[in-house]
């Protein structure tokens, strides 16, 4: 027995690598359990433009690899109001689908949560590299975005340590510091600034300077967006220690590339999962992983949560870096 007989899928907001994993997954899983399965292009936009496709087994072929998504994605101001909203859960009924899997961040998972309000069965699916979303330790595409931050590092301390220079990385995350915490530490960085910690940029700047003074040929500052742009950091440094780092803005190159494969594992995962809950008649939920476990949390709760800051991680981060 199964709650859904129909279901379709969609890709929101901001891309991330493995967000087609994640879309091969909920349409492979559906078709196995004898669903039908229908993709919506362009998130909520391709909604409102009634774009549902029919997916067969072939359609998800030779994606899982691939970074972007084959569905396509987009920002809807109509979705924004009730009368979009509305509009969206009428499509769904009239094409008779009466399950939605959604894979996007805060603002995809703010749809959903309305979708469900008008009785659309739903589940989100946790898709940004951010890696802000609570109740699930890790987004689809984070793991990704840290490694390609790390990557840029390591070259970049190839040339920073040759001329003793210091290097300021400017990373994504707007309301969250996950990717320069992680990407931080995993590469040594001297200064992590993120959004969820007052700093002190005399402090910054004196550190920076004893730091060369002792015998330290670089030093990197990483910089989530959050906090200002990593061009007004440096040039405050400059200011307060004469030194000169040079800027490096790593921006879109971190939501691109091949998912690693601890991406595809936690998509392939997730729609799976997604999936067998819609069919158990579960809804209104967001699908996420805690210490390695499946979990589903309400949406509702989901949206109105902030994710807590890691603290520790930062402080050993700082420990690490003398
Ligand atoms: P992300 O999902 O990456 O956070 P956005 O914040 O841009 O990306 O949201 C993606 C889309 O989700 C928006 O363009 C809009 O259509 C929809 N959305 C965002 N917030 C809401 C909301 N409060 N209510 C309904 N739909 C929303
Ligand atoms: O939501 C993910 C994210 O990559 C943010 O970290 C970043 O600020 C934003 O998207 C930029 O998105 P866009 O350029 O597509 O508006």
């Known amino acids: 027995m199964t709650a859904v007989k129909s279901i379709a899928v969609l890709t929101s907001g901001g891309d991330s690598q493995g967000m087609n994993a994640a879309v091969r997954s909920v349409v492979r899983s559906a078709l196995y359990h004898g669903l039908e399965v229908y993709g919506v292009q362009r998130g909520y936009q391709g909604l409102l433009n009634n774009d549902l496709r029919p997916m067969d087994l072939r359609s998800v072929g030779d994606i899982i690899q691939r970074g972007g998504t084959i569905l396509q ?9 009730p009368e979009g909203q509305q509009r969206g859960a009428d499509i769904l009924r009239e094409r008779g689908v009466d399950g939605l899997v959604v894979i996007g961040g805060d603002g995809s998972y703010q749809g959903a949560n309305k979708l469900s309000k008008l009785g659309i069965k739903t589940m989100g699916l946790p898709g940004t590299i951010d890696n802000d979303i609570p109740f699930t330790d890790y987004t689809i595409g984070f793991d990704t975005a840290v490694s390609i931050v790390v990557d840029a590092i390591n070259k970049l301390r190839d040339t920073m340590t040759s ?8 990373v994504m995350g707007r309301h969250c510091g996950d990717i320069a915490l992680y990407a931080g530490l995993a590469s040594g960085a ?29 030093s990197i500052i990483l910089v989530a967006e959050g906090v200002g742009s990593g ?15 040079r800027v490096t803005v790593l921006g879109h190159i971190q939501r691109g590339g091949s998912p690693t494969h601890n991406d595809r594992i936690l998509a392939s995962q997730l729609g799976d999962f997604a999936v067998r809950k819609l069919m158990e008649g579960d809804s209104g939920k967001a699908c996420g992983i805690i210490n390695n476990e499946l979990v589903v949390t309400d949406i509702d709760k989901v949206v109105h949560t902030k994710k807590p800051f890691n603290m520790d991680m930062y402080n050993l981060a700082s420990r690490l870096s003398l």
Not at 163 to 170: G, L, Y
Not at 235 to 241: A, D, E, F, S, V
């Open 231 to 245: 061009e007004d950091i440096a040039q405050g440094i400059t200011q307060r220690n004469g030194i000169e780092p």
């Open 163 to 170: 001329h003793e220079r210091s290097s300021v990385v400017e």
């Open 190 to 218: 001297e200064t992590i600034l993120v959004p969820e910690v007052p700093f002190d940029l005399d402090l910054v700047a004196r550190r920076m300077q004893e730091n060369f003074l002792s015998g330290k040929r670089h």
């Open 73 to 81: 994605t987009a920002r809807c101001k109509e979705f924004l109001t």
